[in-house]
């Protein structure tokens, strides 16, 4: 169960921080700018996660998730300088990094004792959160509140996990398969506009 969490912690951490880099590249910050959306965006979810579940933020307990954050800031600032970079790659990116996370913040609440409810609603935290913190550093409303089906795919997606396992599913394929589900299924919201309802007031 650790290795299986340890290697989708450092994949969501990755593809996260891409994230932020293509969302600060696409505001022009500069490579200082640039790393420290990408850290946020990477390492802001479980960070917020797991001071809550009081519990060691897990980058500070193993650096590697650091580094990884920081390199693959880096990799995309000077591979954006020298191939053309669509902007729809933002999105997909994000969608990843929804998942992964997604899956890894329900797998540590639920290793740590969290009720499966809570620990659903933490994976989806792990997985929007540093979305969110991104979007207000660039001065932007979050994705989350206005793109479809985005912590919507990700609390759906966290509790087929938690059924999964408790159906003794092995955890590793139980987290390929509901990942996937979750990118796809984000992307398809995407391409075809599926969202939820938005809040208006009756008009007279």
Request: contains cysteine; positive net charge.
């Amino acid at each position: 169960m650790l290795g299986t969490l340890y290697w989708i912690t450092l994949l969501a951490v990755v593809v996260s921080s891409a994230s932020g880099v293509l969302k600060a590249g696409f505001m022009k910050f500069d490579l200082f700018g640039v790393i420290i959306i990408a850290i946020t965006t990477g390492l802001g979810g479980g960070s917020l996660r797991d001071m809550l579940l009081d519990r060691e933020v897990f980058w500070i307990r193993d650096q590697m998730f650091f580094i990884a954050s920081l390199g693959s800031a880096i990799a995309i600032f000077i591979a954006a300088r020298l191939l053309a970079v669509p902007p729809k790659l933002f999105l997909v990116a994000d969608a990843a990094g929804l998942a992964t996370f997604a899956i890894a913040g329900t797998l540590v609440s639920l290793m740590v004792g969290a009720p499966p409810l809570v620990a659903s609603f933490m994976g989806v935290m792990t997985g929007t959160m540093g979305g969110i913190f991104r979007d207000l550093l660039c001065g932007e409303p979050p994705v989350v509140f206005l793109s479809p089906l985005y912590a919507t795919v990700s609390w759906g997606g966290s509790l087929i996990f938690i059924a999964l396992i408790y159906f003794n599913m092995d955890i590793t394929q139980a987290a390929i398969i509901v990942g996937v589900g979750i990118f796809m299924a984000r992307l398809l919201a995407i391409r075809y506009n599926i969202c939820l309802p938005r809040f208006r007031f009756k008009t007279k």
